[in-house]
C-alpha cells in the first residue's frame, strides 16, 4: 500500500477515535437529558403525597435509573423507551437489554458492563470502568425496563 494512504488511515483512526473519547467525555447536552432530570425528579415527591406505598418505591427506583444512567453518560447515546427516559440515538435502545445482551454477547448484562464484548462498547467502558455499584444499578434498571 501507498506510504501516504496508510498515514491518512492511521490519521483518520486515531482522531476518530480521540473525537469518541471526547464525546464520551463531554456530552452534548441538547437540552434533552436535563428536561428528562426535571421531569422524573419532580414525580417522586408529588407521588409520594398521593399514592400509596408501592408506588413510592416504584417512582423512588425511577429517580435512581436517570442518575446513574444520566451521571454515567448512557443517555448521551442510549434511550430506554420502556422508562420513558429519552436520550441519543447513536446506540440502541435499552429497554429490552437486559433480556437480550446474553443471547447476543455471550454473557448476561453485568459481566458485559465489567467486560464489553462489542467494539464500541469496549472503547467507552474501557476508558471509563464502571464500579460494582455502578453495574448493580444499571443492571436493575434495565430489569425493570425489561420487565414493562
Do not use: W
Not at 428528562?36 to 423512588?60: F, L, Q, R, Y
Not at 464484548?117 to 471509563?128: L, Q
Request: net charge negative.
Amino acid at each position: 500500500m501507498n506510504k501516504p494512504v496508510v498515514h491518512f488511515i492511521i490519521s483518520a483512526l486515531i482522531g476518530l477515535g480521540i473525537g469518541y473519547v471526547a464525546f464520551d467525555l463531554f456530552p452534548a447536552n441538547d437540552g434533552q437529558e436535563k428536561d428528562v432530570a426535571v421531569t422524573e425528579e419532580s414525580k417522586p415527591a408529588e407521588t409520594a403525597k398521593e399514592d400509596a406505598e408501592p408506588a413510592e418505591t416504584e417512582t423512588t427506583a425511577a429517580a435512581g435509573e436517570e442518575n446513574i444512567l444520566q451521571s454515567r453518560g448512557c443517555l448521551g447515546c442510549h434511550s430506554v423507551e420502556a422508562l420513558n427516559l429519552k436520550g441519543g440515538a447513536t446506540g440502541p435502545d435499552l429497554s429490552q437489554a437486559y433480556k437480550n445482551v446474553e443471547g447476543k454477547h455471550g454473557k448476561p448484562v453485568a459481566e458485559f458492563l465489567k467486560k464489553p464484548t462489542s467494539a464500541v462498547m469496549s472503547g467507552v467502558i474501557g476508558g471509563n470502568p464502571l464500579s460494582e455499584e455502578e453495574i448493580n444499578q444499571v443492571v436493575s434498571i434495565l430489569k425493570e425496563a425489561s420487565e414493562k
